[in-house]
T-cell receptor, first 114, second 114 residues
Framework: GQQLNQSPQSMFIQEGEDVSMNCTSS?????WLWYKQEPGEGPVLLIA?????ELTSNGRLTAQFGITRKDSFLNISASIPSDVGIYFC??????????????FGTGTRLLVSP | NAGVTQTPKFQVLKTGQSMTLQCAQD?????MYWYRQDPGMGLRLIYY???????DKGEVPNGYNVSRLNKREFSLRLESAAPSQTSVYFC?????????????FGDGTRLSIL
């Protein structure tokens, strides 16, 4: 099945460092989403991007929707231990029927050392 | 503020047994989805319901059936469980309309098939 190319697969950083991860696709999407998943829980929406070139922040998180609509990045500044988890990008495409097809990246596992 | 609620949270089955995974949302969303998540992979769509009264196959529907019981509830049934169906299952919901709306996820059902 179709999946987005997400990198890096994993990161192990020191508390206070900045983090950057990105997703690329051969397909164009209407919306890019970034989710975080913690152990034993479902993905939680962090940021949604609706327009090509859009740059959006949510606290220490910043994400951008690529101009070509085929890529996106997520930055986390000044990481803290509670940032630990798996981060997923997802491209969303709304079909004519109203169905919103969501294609996920393979995830970036983030570990933060205090 | 429940959002999307899944039951049960954990289940162990023997090969050949059947069971139904339940999902309910309280956000008045029209569209609902079932995904499975396997190690090292993003979420893959099993079935979806764009609106009450409709269901359609996703990326990996074989071995599953679904029922959209009403606007709030969307169940996933395994008629004859197989070890390959050992996975974490997530239900999600979203708005239906002209604007792109992100999907919101439950906390998952962890299913093991022996």
């Amino acid at each position: 099945g179709q999946q987005l190319n997400q990198s890096p697969q994993s990161m192990f950083i020191q508390e206070g460092e900045d983090v950057s991860m990105n997703c690329t696709s051969s397909s164009i999407f209407n919306t890019w989403l970034w989710y975080k998943q913690e152990p034993g829980e479902g993905p939680v929406l962090l940021i949604a991007l609706y327009k090509a070139g859009e740059l959006t922040s949510n606290g220490r998180l910043t994400a951008q929707f690529g101009i070509t609509r085929k890529d996106s990045f997520l930055n986390i500044s000044a990481s803290i231990p509670s940032d630990v988890g798996i981060y997923f990008c997802a491209g969303q495409l709304r079909m004519n029927t109203g169905f919103q097809k969501l294609v996920f990246g393979t995830g970036t596992r983030l570990l933060v050392s205090p | 503020n429940a959002g999307v609620t899944q039951t049960p949270k954990f289940q162990v089955l023997k090969t050949g047994q059947s069971m139904t995974l339940q999902c309910a949302q309280d956000m008045n969303h029209n569209s609902m989805y079932w995904y499975r998540q396997d190690p090292g992979m993003g979420l893959r769509l099993i079935y979806y319901s764009a609106s009450e009264g409709t269901t359609d196959k996703g990326e990996v529907p074989n071995g599953y059936n679904v029922s959209r019981l009403n606007k709030r509830e969307f169940s996933l049934r395994l008629e004859s469980a197989a070890p390959s169906q050992t996975s974490v299952y997530f239900c999600a919901s979203s708005e239906y309309g002209t604007a792109d709306q992100p999907q919101h996820f439950g906390d998952g059902t962890r299913l093991s098939i022996l």
